[in-house]
């Protein structure tokens, strides 16, 4: 994989090391797409090219499931209740409210990319999500703000990769004594944070 060159800042807090770039972020030549490496998300575009679609895996017996489009303008409601993966890709969805996800509890990866009209990310959504082990919003320009606390009720989280998108503040993550598992990568490269308080990373175990 050839990727292109850029500066980067290592800042580290408290068990904590967060990478932010000082220039664009790195364009790998022959980085494919979520619709290109994602099943479910390519079946959608091969089949019907936008909308939403799940698809049974093997991966711990549940369905994933993919929506993508413009014409996909806010969280489905009928998607199957048992939904394990989700990705939502280049969506007309402008915010993540508080009950976005309340209908699908046993997410266990959230991955949200290319999505221009996302502006705001609630971060309490994510505690209807006790599976949750990885967490993904990239290359959403417009995504300014992440408000509230992340991880608070995700123990088994493992991946939160917040990168490329148009966040100005730094989320504030919090973890619990009933986190067990230590996170394995963070990684805020790409947006435009320019200051990073030590009130914004609590008791994270990485």
């Given at each position: 994989m050839t990727c292109s060159q850029n500066r980067s800042i290592l800042v580290t807090l408290p068990l904590l090391l967060l990478?932010?770039?000082t220039s664009p972020p790195v364009k790998c030549q022959t980085a494919l797409s979520l619709a290109e490496t994602k099943h479910s998300c390519m079946a959608l575009k091969a089949e019907f090219g936008e909308g939403c679609v799940c698809k049974q895996t093997k991966r711990y017996g549940q369905?994933?499931?993919c929506c993508m489009g413009w014409q996909v303008t806010q969280m489905p409601v009928n998607l199957t209740a048992d939904v394990g993966y989700l990705y939502l890709h280049n969506t007309s969805i402008s915010e993540v409210t508080s009950n976005f996800f309340d209908a699908y509890p046993s997410i266990r990866e959230l991955e949200i990319s290319d999505s221009v009209h996302l502006e705001h990310f609630d971060g309490s959504s994510l505690t209807v999500l006790p599976k949750l082990r990885k967490l993904s919003v990239t290359k959403c320009p417009n995504?300014?703000?992440i408000s509230g606390k992340l991880l608070v009720n995700n123990t088994r989280i493992q991946t939160v990769i917040l990168k490329s998108n148009g966040l100005r503040t730094m989320p504030s993550l919090r973890m619990t004594d009933a986190?067990?598992?230590l996170v394995d990568r963070i990684d805020l490269s790409g947006?435009?944070?320019?200051?990073?308080?030590?009130?914004k990373v609590r008791n994270v175990k990485a």
């Open positions: 990478i932010l770039e369905p994933e499931c995504l300014r703000e986190h067990h598992v947006n435009k944070i320019k200051f990073i308080g030590d009130s």
